[in-house]
């Protein structure tokens, strides 16, 4: 007896029929390898049938899930164990429903007992219950054996290659016996990822061959296990004049039983590489749809045949993966198999349909990190919300599970990274997205630019200009190109274009609109705009970016009027840094044996002679008055410093303690003068339990024979924050008036203001309560006589 199908284990129960009795060994095993923690645990008991052990576990001191997939099952549990506390009995097949009713916060235990034999995808549902356990947490299984089991029967035991599967990435696995019942406890899930490996050496002069990648209505990969104990792929060598795409598909058939149309296999991609030194030749075919229930025709190949999440390929130790489907892999979804052997990649330009499938928990996650950034203000229109809602972002990073992925605070999905472990690439927190999207006031059918590829962004701004709309997407980054292509054929809408190309420079001339883009998005940190963005940008169109200012970045809504940029809301946020030629490194002065620095983020670094000597000397202080309570924000202080203060700079700390009692790691506003400096930190003046009764307040310090006119300055500046820019709601401090002008501009032609200039604009602040007009930088020595103008 081995059933598949819901409706048989319903019949199974309406009959009556049950189990194996709950034996007195299994329970003294329980008692004496996991105890039950001091003041109760939590358990899940996965198949619990009639509910007998989850009554147990709930005598024993468990608080108690207890799922199965028939109704009829729990029916009678509830009945059977009707005076029995502490379990919720969850109609629940673990396999394929969303796990949304499970305890969010884990369990201590999760048993399996009599349920791990009829488990089609085994390693997939036993990584996600290994992710569900608490620190020091076990997972127990109790399974009949091939050897104990009679012959007929034998569909509901393990053998003992099954056995030694099931342990496999854990960090200690006890095996026990239970009156003939193996007793198996699993701690410590291994996060090691996946190893791709080759097979014995080949006797032929060059190897041609056909993979096929199928997914489920999930979107899990098939893959199977084979005798020689690795994960492949449906495929095998090509016979006679028979094609790739039809080669993919007799061997789907012939090893897993599913069938699929010629029409429905791609041949997507041409991998070459080397087998022990003979010439292999595999071609990547993608089967967007079949029939057929999932078997295994060929058990003297394979073992079973399983779907994958994506997720977990990445994370977890599923096996060696042969070497050819793990490029298959990496060439469908780059990233999620890392460190791969080398090989050469032919894409080929066939169009192909997208695939759906997705899990119901994604839906419910997406629904919910859709609402949350809707709730907290920042999707106010509705195409922006129905895009949040729609675009599936799991599906542009895969190798993210669902529950990062679908994160809605300000959790950005970090993609790729450089060789020092520096993010270079990434999915920006969702909020992020929608405000920047917002700000571009899309109208339908808008043609965009997006400097920065990676999908699901330019894909939501897809959704959101709808059908005539269209995005050109580009990056610099070939992997980032590749993957951003490979993840839009297969989810996305059609409508983005993605070239790769020094985003800075601007999209391809012949993929620029007449009159221009409605529309420009920049997904990095800039220190400043490109003039291709504003060359390529329509009239009354806007350009949305990430800009640093004095080394603070805020999202700057722009709108072009002729050939002035005139800034229309900000956001704080930060990015991935620029890699193009607009990239740039702020020069940095180390001082008193690198245990301090200075970095310098507009223009060159001023002269710090005499310093390291005036920091051993004693420091002046100056109490500012000024305080803020716990939560309150000062993004906008370090703005009106940054674009305010002739001579700022920042000082970093990489010791703890120091002279500055700046902690380790951080940084504060400060001014530079001769042989002196003035920064600005703050000093808890009041304490207390509760968050709201206390506080702190801006405190100036200052080294060097100038510091006392620095520290009044910086103490002047702080003032004016406070009378001009501050306000009691976080959301409500005052933005300055912002222009962007470009460089070749004369000083007498820009507005008055404080201006930083970059190598392509001159960025004119006018903040409330200031009327001085600075035409540059100013050095060290200009800083006494120009601080605070009108403040």
């Given at each position: 007896?081995?059933?598949?199908?819901?409706d048989?284990?319903?019949?199974?129960?309406r009959?009556?029929?049950?189990?194996?009795?709950?034996?007195?060994?299994?329970?003294?095993?329980l008692?004496?390898?996991v105890?039950?923690?001091?003041?109760?645990?939590?358990?899940?008991?996965?198949?619990?049938?009639?509910?007998?052990?989850?009554a147990?576990?709930?005598?024993?001191?468990?608080?108690?899930?207890a799922?199965?997939?028939?109704?009829?099952?729990l029916?009678?549990?509830?009945?059977?164990?009707?005076?029995?506390?502490?379990v919720?009995?969850?109609?629940?097949?673990?396999?394929r429903?969303?796990?949304?009713?499970?305890?969010?916060e884990?369990?201590?235990?999760i048993?399996?007992?009599l349920?791990?034999?009829?488990?089609r995808?085994?390693?997939?549902?036993?990584?996600?219950?290994?992710?569900r356990?608490?620190?020091?947490?076990?997972l127990?299984?109790?399974?009949?054996?091939?050897e104990?089991?009679?012959?007929?029967?034998?569909?509901?035991?393990l053998?003992?290659?099954?056995?030694?599967?099931?342990?496999?990435?854990?960090?200690?696995?006890?095996?026990l016996?239970?009156?003939?019942?193996?007793?198996?406890?699993?701690?410590?899930?291994?996060h090691?990822?996946?190893?791709?490996?080759?097979?014995?050496?080949?006797?032929g002069?060059?190897?041609?061959?056909?993979?096929?990648?199928?997914?489920?209505?999930?979107?899990?990969?098939?893959?199977?296990?084979s005798?020689?104990?690795?994960?492949?792929?449906?495929?095998?060598?090509?016979?006679?004049?028979?094609?790739?795409?039809?080669a993919?598909?007799?061997?789907?058939?012939?090893?897993?039983?599913?069938?699929?149309?010629?029409?429905?296999?791609?041949?997507?991609?041409?991998?070459?590489?080397?087998?022990?030194?003979?010439?292999?030749?595999?071609?990547?075919v993608?089967?967007?749809?079949?029939?057929?229930?999932?078997?295994n025709?060929?058990?003297?190949?394979?073992?079973?045949?399983?779907?994958?999440?994506?997720?977990?390929l990445?994370?977890?130790?599923?096996?060696?993966?042969?070497?050819?489907?793990?490029?298959?892999?990496?060439?469908?979804w780059?990233?999620?198999?890392?460190?791969?052997?080398p090989?050469?990649?032919?894409?080929?330009?066939a169009?192909?349909?997208?695939?759906?499938?997705?899990?119901?928990?994604?839906?419910?996650?997406?629904?919910?990190?859709?609402?949350?950034?809707?709730?907290?203000?920042?999707?106010?229109?509705?195409?922006?919300?129905?895009?949040?809602?729609?675009?599936?972002?799991h599906?542009?990073?895969?190798?993210?599970?669902?529950?990062?992925?679908?994160?809605?605070?300000?959790?950005?999905?970090?993609?790729?990274?450089?060789?020092?472990g520096?993010?270079?690439?990434?999915?920006?927190?969702?909020?992020?997205?929608?405000?920047?999207?917002?700000?571009?006031?899309?109208?339908?059918g808008?043609v965009?630019?997006?400097?920065?590829s990676?999908?699901?962004?330019?894909?939501?701004i897809?959704h959101v200009?709808?059908?005539?709309?269209?995005?050109?997407?580009?990056d610099?980054?070939p992997w980032?190109?590749?993957?951003?292509?490979?993840?839009?054929?297969?989810?996305?809408s059609?409508?983005?274009t993605v070239?790769?190309a020094?985003?800075a420079?601007?999209?391809?001339?012949?993929?620029?609109?007449?009159?221009?883009?409605?529309?420009?998005?920049?997904?990095?940190?800039?220190?400043?705009?490109?003039?291709?963005?504003?060359?390529?940008?329509?009239?009354?169109?806007?350009?949305?970016?990430?800009?640093?200012?004095g080394?603070?970045?805020?999202?700057?809504t722009?709108?072009?009027?002729?050939?002035?940029?005139?800034?229309l809301?900000?956001?704080?946020?930060?990015?991935v840094?620029?890699?193009?030629?607009q990239a740039r490194?702020?020069?940095?002065v180390?001082?008193l044996?690198?245990?301090?620095?200075?970095?310098?983020?507009?223009?060159a670094?001023?002269g710090t002679q005499?310093?390291?000597?005036?920091?051993?000397g004693p420091?002046?202080?100056?109490?500012?008055?000024?305080?803020?309570g716990?939560?309150?924000?000062?993004?906008?202080?370090?703005?009106?410093?940054?674009?305010?203060?002739?001579?700022?700079?920042?000082l970093?700390?990489h010791?703890?303690?120091g002279?500055?009692?700046?902690p380790?790691?951080c940084?504060a506003?400060?001014?530079l003068?001769?042989?002196?400096?003035?920064?600005?930190?703050?000093?808890?003046?009041?304490h207390?339990?509760?968050p709201?009764?206390?506080?702190?307040?801006?405190?100036?310090?200052?080294?060097?024979?100038?510091?006392?006119?620095?520290?009044?300055?910086?103490?002047?500046?702080?003032?004016?924050w406070?009378?001009?820019?501050?306000a009691?709601?976080?959301?409500?401090h005052?933005?300055p008036?912002?222009?962007?002008?470009?460089?070749?501009?004369?000083?007498?032609?820009?507005p008055?203001?404080?201006?930083?200039?970059?190598?392509?604009?001159?960025?004119?602040?006018?903040?409330?309560?200031?009327?001085?007009?600075l035409?540059?930088?100013?050095?060290?020595?200009?800083?006494?006589?120009?601080?605070?103008?009108?403040?």
């Amino acid at each position: 007896m081995t059933y598949t199908a819901r409706d048989e284990w319903e019949q199974h129960y309406r009959e009556g029929k049950g189990w194996r009795r709950l034996g007195e060994r299994e329970q003294q095993l329980l008692a004496e390898h996991v105890t039950v923690p001091e003041g109760g645990g939590r358990a899940l008991d996965v198949g619990c049938g009639t509910g007998e052990l989850a009554a147990h576990l709930a005598r024993v001191g468990y608080t108690v899930d207890a799922v199965d997939l028939a109704e009829g099952a729990l029916a009678r549990a509830r009945e059977e164990h009707a005076g029995i506390e502490g379990v919720r009995w969850l109609h629940l097949d673990i396999e394929r429903d969303d796990p949304a009713p499970l305890h969010a916060e884990g369990y201590d235990l999760i048993t399996m007992r009599l349920a791990y034999p009829f488990v089609r995808d085994r390693g997939r549902i036993v990584h996600g219950l290994g992710e569900r356990l608490r620190d020091s947490g076990a997972l127990v299984v109790i399974t009949p054996t091939v050897e104990n089991t009679p012959p007929e029967r034998r569909g509901i035991a393990l053998d003992e290659d099954e056995i030694t599967l099931l342990g496999e990435g854990w960090e200690t696995v006890e095996r026990l016996d239970a009156d003939g019942l193996a007793f198996l406890v699993l701690r410590g899930p291994r996060h090691t990822g996946t190893r791709a490996v080759e097979k014995r050496p080949t006797t032929g002069h060059a190897l041609t061959g056909a993979l096929a990648v199928v997914t489920d209505d999930a979107g899990r990969v098939l893959l199977g296990r084979s005798t020689r104990g690795m994960l492949e792929l449906p495929g095998g060598k090509t016979t006679g004049p028979e094609d790739f795409a039809a080669a993919a598909v007799r061997e789907l058939a012939e090893e897993t039983g599913l069938v699929a149309a010629l029409d429905d296999a791609h041949v997507v991609t041409m991998l070459v590489d080397d087998s022990h030194g003979v010439p292999r030749l595999t071609a990547v075919v993608r089967i967007t749809a079949w029939t057929g229930t999932l078997t295994n025709p060929e058990p003297d190949k394979f073992d079973r045949w399983e779907f994958h999440d994506l997720h977990a390929l990445a994370s977890s130790p599923v096996g060696d993966v042969f070497v050819p489907a793990a490029q298959a892999i990496d060439s469908m979804w780059p990233g999620v198999l890392p460190d791969l052997p080398p090989v050469f990649s032919y894409p080929l330009a066939a169009e192909r349909p997208p695939v759906p499938g997705e899990p119901d928990e994604a839906v419910r996650l997406r629904r919910a990190m859709a609402q949350m950034v809707i709730d907290g203000g920042w999707a106010p229109s509705e195409p922006v919300r129905d895009a949040l809602r729609t675009v599936p972002r799991h599906r542009y990073a895969p190798e993210a599970n669902l529950s990062d992925g679908y994160d809605g605070g300000d959790r950005a999905i970090v993609t790729r990274r450089d060789a020092t472990g520096r993010a270079i690439s990434s999915v920006s927190a969702a909020w992020l997205q929608a405000d920047m999207i917002e700000q571009l006031r899309l109208d339908p059918g808008a043609v965009v630019f997006e400097a920065g590829s990676g999908g699901y962004n330019a894909e939501l701004i897809a959704h959101v200009a709808g059908a005539q709309g269209r995005v050109v997407s580009a990056d610099i980054d070939p992997w980032v190109v590749r993957r951003s292509r490979a993840f839009l054929t297969e989810a996305g809408s059609g409508r983005v274009t993605v070239v790769e190309a020094d985003a800075a420079l601007g999209a391809p001339a012949h993929l620029v609109p007449r009159g221009g883009f409605d529309a420009t998005i920049i997904t990095y940190n800039c220190w400043d705009i490109a003039p291709a963005w504003v060359g390529q940008l329509a009239d009354g169109g806007r350009l949305v970016m990430p800009l640093e200012m004095g080394g603070y970045t805020r999202s700057v809504t722009f709108e072009r009027r002729g050939e002035v940029l005139h800034a229309l809301h900000f956001t704080f946020c930060g990015f991935v840094r620029d890699q193009g030629q607009q990239a740039r490194t702020a020069p940095v002065v180390h001082l008193l044996d690198g245990a301090l620095s200075l970095r310098f983020d507009e223009g060159a670094p001023a002269g710090t002679q005499g310093l390291g000597e005036a920091l051993l000397g004693p420091r002046y202080e100056i109490a500012t008055g000024i305080t803020m309570g716990a939560g309150a924000y000062f993004g906008s202080l370090q703005l009106y410093a940054a674009t305010t203060l002739p001579g700022f700079c920042r000082l970093h700390a990489h010791q703890d303690p120091g002279v500055t009692v700046i902690p380790k790691g951080c940084d504060a506003p400060a001014v530079l003068g001769d042989a002196s400096l003035a920064y600005l930190t703050h000093v808890q003046t009041r304490h207390g339990e509760d968050p709201q009764d206390r506080e702190w307040e801006w405190v100036v310090h200052a080294f060097g024979e100038q510091g006392p006119r620095l520290a009044e300055q910086l103490s002047a500046t702080v003032q004016a924050w406070d009378r001009h820019i501050r306000a009691d709601d976080n959301n409500e401090h005052a933005d300055p008036v912002l222009t962007a002008h470009p460089a070749q501009t004369p000083a007498h032609q820009l507005p008055a203001g404080d201006v930083l200039s970059k190598a392509s604009f001159h960025l004119v602040f006018r903040w409330p309560g200031r009327d001085g007009h600075l035409h540059a930088p100013a050095s060290p020595t200009d800083t006494a006589t120009t601080t605070t103008g009108a403040a």
